[in-house]
């Protein structure tokens, strides 16, 4: 007498339609569909967690530019300076600095600011005593 599997393939199933709950039509009912689904949704939250990432360093990006263009500066001019005052702040600080705090934000980026022109300064020296 050969040993039906029923009980451990109900239970397969029955996992496999709790993690499709709520998807639309056939796919969140039916066993075969709610499969494939699941598969895909699961490949699409692994990839989303890593583009998640993309997504907001844009955004912070997007918004540090908008702040230090409204205070006279370029972003790329802005992370220089912020390289050369020697100020450690990721984007998402920033950004967070940008948007909450004007104030503080305003005073790095006059900091930021400072340390270019002082660069600027240094550069065209240097030029000036080659060229002498």
Request: charged fraction near 30%.
């Amino acid at each position: 007498m050969r040993v039906k599997g029923g009980t451990v393939t109900r239970k397969h199933h029955k996992r496999v339609l709790k993690l499709t709950e709520g998807f639309r039509g056939r796919r969140g009912s039916c066993f075969r569909l709610a499969k494939l689904a699941m598969q895909k949704a699961l490949v699409y939250s692994y990839r989303d967690r890593r583009v998640k990432k993309r997504e907001f360093r844009t955004l912070w990006i997007a918004r540090v530019g908008a702040a230090t263009r409204n205070a006279g500066i370029s972003y790329s001019q802005f992370i220089f300076g912020l390289k050369k005052a020697n100020i450690d702040l990721n984007r998402k600080a920033l950004a967070e600095l940008a948007l909450n705090d004007p104030a503080a934000f305003a005073q790095v980026v006059e900091r930021a600011k400072t340390a270019v022109s002082r660069t600027a300064v240094s550069r065209t020296a240097s030029k000036t005593a080659v060229a002498a």
